[in-house]
């Protein structure tokens, strides 16, 4: 089984990028292959479903979701939503040209969330839903939702945040295991 983890934050610095990478370590130590792409340094393109297509950096996301099993996206909450960055990146990769369609059809799909209160929890359904509709993502119910209370300093999480976070890798990776060879299967319908 192979995951892709997206982290959104431009901050290389960010809570939730520390958080994306414990997530990588603790899948790697469960045997679970990682790639890992980091959105902060890499600009992606406008949106303009022309020129878009043949940039490199689009290309090579797109490859990287094809590739992978199921995808963790981690997003700081910003105005109770994900990062723009983050809903950047879903809409480029995801968009479907005359000969590619969207690597995220049929993927099980994980959060993880850093926020600074712990009132946003819904975020979840924001990005949850259209995904569900638009490309039949599964998508696992159990979000890492981290507030400033899982936090003992800037990098080191509690004991209820370390819970928060396997729980939600524990339930990816059985998901994942279970919809192994789902597919990518489902086109565009309405």
Partial sequence: ?????????????????????????????????????????????????????????????????????????????????????????????????????????????SFIFSAGLPHSYMVMGGIAVPLMLDFRCVINPHQAYLHNRDWQDSISLTADGRTKLERMLTAHAELGSRLRGYGNTTLWTV
């Fill in 1 to 109: 089984m192979h995951t892709l983890i997206v982290s959104s934050s431009l901050n290389p610095e960010s809570r939730s990028n520390y958080l994306a990478r414990q997530a990588a370590d603790w899948l790697t130590h469960n045997n679970i292959d990682v790639s890992h792409i980091q959105l902060s340094g890499n600009e992606m393109p406008g949106f303009d479903n022309s020129d878009l297509f043949e940039s490199a950096i689009y290309l090579d996301y797109y490859q990287q979701a094809q590739l992978a099993d199921n995808i963790i996206f981690a997003s700081p909450v910003y105005n109770w939503s994900i990062c723009s960055e983050l809903k950047k990146f879903i809409e480029i990769v995801g968009s479907t040209d005359a000969t590619r369609q969207s690597p995220f059809f049929d993927k099980l799909i």
